[in-house]
């Protein structure tokens, strides 16, 4: 299996796949297919709840889609936010915890969950849950603007506004804090922040999307009684 990332940063991943081959994609993630693909739509590994936690509270669709090369073929995908994909290793032992509604396509492997000593509601932000992906293989994610890696060295420490975050290798260490005191926080658009201790990988997007949901007048919640509207990354939208 080869990949290639194009047209970045309106990214979309091209996936070139020899016979037998397989990979996972979340719903609605496909762009075009070449060749004959056999499709399998099913629910997440795991046990009930595991999926119901995965889809409820990591923003991510109950249903994912294995395509299976039968031949050679290529498939096209992408994410809903206007932004870079990126790929990750995942091996094991070595896992990431992803930011949610970021996961577009997965090697056979790859597992996403929710299980991790310190998850609690809106971990690294107000409206964000984050997804620990583990086990082996490859990981692609989708991101809100570019996407910039930076390796932080045994015992450095770093502090990365929570709607920035995307992935970051759970060998590191991490503590939510809030930067600044109250004036901070109301009038300088700052609030919880993560404070990161190294060794370990750290992903961070250059955009906002929670400033653009703002700039755009768009509601953030929605009326319990409502279903219309789309989700995305934690925000209802409609």
Not at 177 to 201: D, Y
Request: glycine content about 14%; charged content about 20%; hydrophobic content about 35%.
């Amino acid at each position: 299996m080869q990949y290639q990332i194009l047209k970045a940063p309106m990214a979309i991943l091209d996936v070139q796949m020899s016979p037998g081959e397989k990979i996972t994609a979340e719903s609605g993630a496909m762009v075009y297919m070449k060749g004959d693909f056999e499709i399998k739509t099913r629910t997440r590994e795991g046990g009930f709840f595991k999926k119901i936690k995965v889809t409820a509270l990591g923003g991510e669709s109950f249903y994912v889609n294995d395509y299976i090369a039968h031949g050679d073929c290529s498939i096209g995908l992408t994410g809903p936010p206007l932004g870079d994909i990126m790929h990750i290793e995942v091996k094991p032992g070595s896992g990431f915890i992803v930011q949610s509604g970021s996961y577009v396509a997965s090697t056979p492997g790859v597992l996403l969950d929710t299980q991790w000593q310190g998850f609690t509601k809106g971990l690294f932000g107000s409206e964000f849950f984050m997804l620990k992906a583990a086990g082996e293989g490859d990981l692609f994610l989708n991101a809100y603007g570019g996407i910039i890696q930076k390796q932080v060295t045994s015992g450095e420490k770093i502090i990365i506004d929570n709607y920035h975050l995307v992935a970051l290798s759970d060998q590191a260490e991490y503590r939510v804090t809030k930067v600044g005191g109250m004036k901070t926080t109301i009038l300088g658009g700052e609030a919880l922040v993560t404070e990161i201790t190294g060794p370990g990988s750290l992903y961070f997007q250059t955009k906002n999307l929670r400033e653009l949901i703002n700039l755009l007048g768009i509601n953030q919640r929605s009326e319990t009684t409502s279903g219309s509207g789309v989700s995305f990354g934690g925000f209802k939208i409609g």
